[in-house]
């Protein structure tokens, strides 16, 4: 088979190892990290063009399913790709991991929105350790009454906040790790998209009593979806070519 795997994400990385054998495997990128960790199989990177820019790459390259294992907040990607392959008749499979779900001892605040979060967060506190990407940070740019620590992959381009200071890192974060720069940084405050996956700044965050603000995910794609790499594997091989 021939699948176009729309990765930017650990599971698709993973997704691509398993399945490189076996098949054709083309991951795309949409070509915002300098450095990307390269997949197995082939890869392809850039924006198609929207839906019909998608809709002409799937017909052209002969794609006979497509994952998308994007980031549960690339809400533009996954929409286009229902879009484009209801339109081609070419199956699509939607790979998310899950959500986090708040335990004993966090204090948590769920927000629909970058935006709702910016509104709500000078309530919960003013040293903020901001973790919402480099495309998140410009939401929180009007307010000067707070101070970020904003840890992001590439640097920020856009409007940022008056007092900030970027960390430039990529995971994994390990629990002291996240508990030392909290600590050091007196870090009143931790904002974090709803992502998944490993977790150690909110194992932290609950340890040291700090208010988490989490950005709730936008609604899954109208496709099949599993949760894991490997629950993608068992899925493709129900299709059975
Ligand atoms: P987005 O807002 O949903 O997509 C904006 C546009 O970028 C899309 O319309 C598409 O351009 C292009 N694009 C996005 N993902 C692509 C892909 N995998 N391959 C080719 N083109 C892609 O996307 P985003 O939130 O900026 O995320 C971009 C990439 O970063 C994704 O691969 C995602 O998995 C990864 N990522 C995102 C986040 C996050 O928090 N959003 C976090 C970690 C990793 P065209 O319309 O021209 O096709």
Redesign the pocket.
Known sequence: MRILL????TE?RRLAGLVAGEHTVI???????TDPLRPAGEL????????D??AGYLRDADVDVVVD????????????AVLACAAVGVPLLVVRRPGWTAGPGDEWHRVASLDAAAALLPRLGRRVFLT??R??IAAFAGLDECWFLARS?EPPTGVTPRNLEVLLDRGPFTVDGERELITRHRVGVLVT?D?GGPAAKLVAARELGVPVLVVDRPPAPAAPLVSTADAAVTWLRTLGR
Do not use: C, D, Y
Request: net charge positive; proline share 2%.
């Open positions: 729309l990765g930017g994400t698709a991951t795309s990128l949409a070509g915002r990290t392809r990177i850039g924006g198609f063009g929207g839906v820019g998608l294992a994007t980031h549960p907040f690339a809400a533009t990607m996954s929409g286009h919402t990407g495309q998140g992959v998209k992502s």
